[in-house]
């Protein structure tokens, strides 16, 4: 039987007739709905959640429960547990909040350079006594022109120069004869296209920072270095799971479902890319260069490359190069005569992010050492300088980022980002929205505040209300009040349901504390191993630099409090530095030195796997307990 499903989205209505027994997560994945899934739809995170209006069947236990409601659930249902039964409206609009996304960096004064430049030239009209071929005689007139906006001499290069492509060859004659000067568009000593008239004012490259979570694009000007606009998006892969395991996952099923993964990513840069001709009037032909970030799973999944062995020891790439290519083998919607930049990884779990991270730093130009940190998902750290560096990736999980935490969410307006323990409990929320969920600084403000309070003692565990407290230990009556039991299980309350956008309370579970225990220590843990492994005092770090969106939101004496950051650093010391990554590719879009001093970056980085450390596991148990 067919039904018909109305989806209520940002104030648009669309129809569809789907088959009764249809699932929803499934109809709505197929219909390019997003929904949080961070469990990859395998029904453990109960984030799935959507509004359903019309017959669906009772929800079972396990539902309600994920839910946090008994019997009723005020028209909320979880897309992963139900089916299609009869017509229905669900409406999504309550729920696709836009995301908070870090997109600044810090910036770092470098000359404009960049890898694909437009020159206009004059080419001399041929002759019964001057008979070079077209092609030679644009080669001549390339090497001789000067071009001060990219801070050439007069004679370019006595480099060759090579016109390599056949179908730009065919058009070369007409082009020429019609039009004396025209603009030729070059890649390193190779003309790629040829324009009619002069265009060298009509070049503009993009920056792309894939995050697991996150997508950040910055347009730039090539010919005068300025930034012209920034656009950012939600990673459209998030509704096959939270983390990359979970995405590879899927994508071995099957290469439809690789191609899937390799698609979502296209089409949300390409969207962006229209983003760009709607807001500033640049289209995808005015763009010649693309330059790509991200980890390492992200690149492959970029270049619809297999990886599968990504995620199974030893943990195998199937490469770490930096690879130069033509957009339309990527499926980008931007000039074909330019070029995409896909940046170098250094292993299956430190990718191009961290070597960008590393390169907008400075750290690798530094005879002081540095330790810079991007607190995620994997938990990527790297210590050193110009001399030497060690990384290692820490499996963290995705409690930092609001996944497997019962009210976590991302960094979306309405997620409660900052939360204050004085006489009484204050939150903050991104965009000063009713609360619908609690992020990841927030979740640790909330265990750091609940650490100093005596609500959560040494172990982690919180505290029961009807047990005898310490000695001394008085804590406000606010926060007595707050301590409750949820399905025989200890939690505390942050706020009621009264105040907020959700239709239940908003706890921190004794189950939410372990995840962020077992996410910090696993932090903590690998720094302490790098340290070690340097042969360094802690007090040998000159800053330590914390990379990407979480780290530019976390409260630093909250960090130190539950032991996220060990406490023989400094904190004095600690500098958010937003997003590293996105400004290391910005640099990389802007000169081919930058591009070079990346792949220096790649070889001099010494990758530790920590599963191969005797003493990790030792490291990581000291550090699950709070000091």
């Not at 957009?327 to 961290?354: Q, R």
């Not at 619908?436 to 040494?458: F, R």
């Not at 996220?564 to 010391?573: F, V, W, Y």
């Not at 920590?610 to 030792?618: E, G, P, R």
């Amino acid at each position: 039987m067919i039904h018909t499903v109305k989806v209520h989205n940002k104030g648009n209505v669309y129809t569809y007739k789907v088959e009764r027994g249809k699932n929803l997560l499934e109809f709505l994945r197929e219909n390019l709905f997003h929904v949080s899934t961070p469990c990859g739809g395998k029904g453990t995170c109960g984030k799935c959640r959507v509004k359903v209006e019309g017959y669906m069947k009772e929800a079972s236990e396990k539902e309600q429960k994920l839910l946090n409601v008994t019997g009723e659930t005020n028209g909320y249902r979880l897309a992963c547990y139900n089916t299609v039964e009869a017509d229905i409206d669900i409406y999504l609009d309550d729920l696709n909040k836009e995301a908070s996304i870090v997109i600044e960096g810090i910036e770092n004064g470098i000359e404009l350079s960049p890898l694909i430049r437009k020159k206009s030239i004059r080419v001399k009209t041929p002759d019964i006594n001057y008979q070079k071929p077209d092609s030679e005689r644009i080669i001549e007139a390339a090497k001789f022109v000067s071009n001060s906006a990219y801070n050439s001499a007069d004679k370019i290069s006595s480099q060759p120069y090579h016109i390599d492509s056949l179908d730009l060859l065919r058009g070369i004659p007409e082009i020429i004869r019609e039009d004396n000067p025209f603009t030729i568009i070059e890649h390193e000593y190779h003309i790629t296209g040829i324009e009619k008239g002069n265009t060298e004012d009509r070049i503009y490259g993009v920056a792309v920072d894939i995050g697991t979570t996150t997508i950040a694009a910055y347009l730039y000007n090539l010919k005068t270095g300025d930034r012209v606009d920034v656009q950012s998006a939600l990673n459209p892969q998030g509704k096959y799971g939270a983390d990359v395991l979970s995405r590879i996952e899927y994508t071995n099923s099957s290469k439809d479902n690789r191609l899937e993964m390799h698609s979502l990513i296209i089409d949300c840069i390409n969207g962006i890319i229209g983003n760009f001709e709607e807001n500033n009037g640049v289209s995808g032909n005015d763009i010649y260069l693309m330059v790509f970030a991200g980890n390492t799973t992200m690149m492959h999944f970029l270049m619809n490359l297999p990886a599968r062995y990504l995620a199974v020891s030893p943990f195998i790439p199937v490469t770490t190069e930096m690879h130069k290519v033509n957009p339309s083998k990527l499926g980008i919607n931007i000039n074909n005569s330019g070029l995409a930049v896909v940046l170098p990884c250094v292993s299956a779990y430190i990718g191009a992010d961290t070597i960008a991270a590393v390169l907008s730093s400075n750290m690798n130009n530094s005879d002081e050492t540095f330790l810079l940190i991007d607190i995620g998902t994997n938990g990527e750290i790297v210590l050193g300088n110009k001399h030497w560096m060690y990384s290692c990736s820490t499996a963290a999980g995705p409690a930092f980022e609001g996944a497997n935490i019962q009210y976590g969410v991302g960094g979306i307006k309405g997620a409660i980002d900052k939360i204050c323990f004085t006489d009484k409990l204050k939150y903050h929320t991104i965009g000063s929205e009713k609360a619908l969920g609690i992020c990841g600084s927030g979740i640790v403000d909330a265990v750091a505040g609940m650490l100093d309070k005596g609500i959560i003692d040494e172990t982690g565990r919180i505290i029961d209300k009807t047990e005898d407290m310490p000695e001394g230990f008085s804590p406000a009556k606010d926060y007595i009040d707050r301590l409750v039991q949820v399905d025989g299980m200890n939690a505390f309350l942050i706020a009621k349901k009264e105040e907020i956008a959700i239709n239940s309370d908003i706890i921190i579970t004794q189950k939410d504390v372990r995840e962020l225990q077992n996410a910090k220590a696993a932090i903590a843990a690998g720094i302490k191993i790098l340290i070690k492994q340097a042969d360094i005092y802690p007090s040998d770090i000159k800053k330590v630099y914390l990379a990407g969106g979480f780290g530019n939101y976390i409260n630093i004496s909250s960090a130190f409090m539950i032991g996220l950051l060990p406490s023989d650093l400094d904190p004095q010391k600690v500098v958010s530095i937003g997003n590293a990554a996105g400004a290391g590719a910005v640099q990389g879009l802007l000169s081919k030195y930058s591009l070079n001093e990346m792949e220096l970056i790649k070889n001099k980085i010494k990758y530790i796997e920590l599963s191969s450390m005797a003493d990790f596991v030792d490291e990581y148990v000291n550090c699950m307990f709070f000091e």
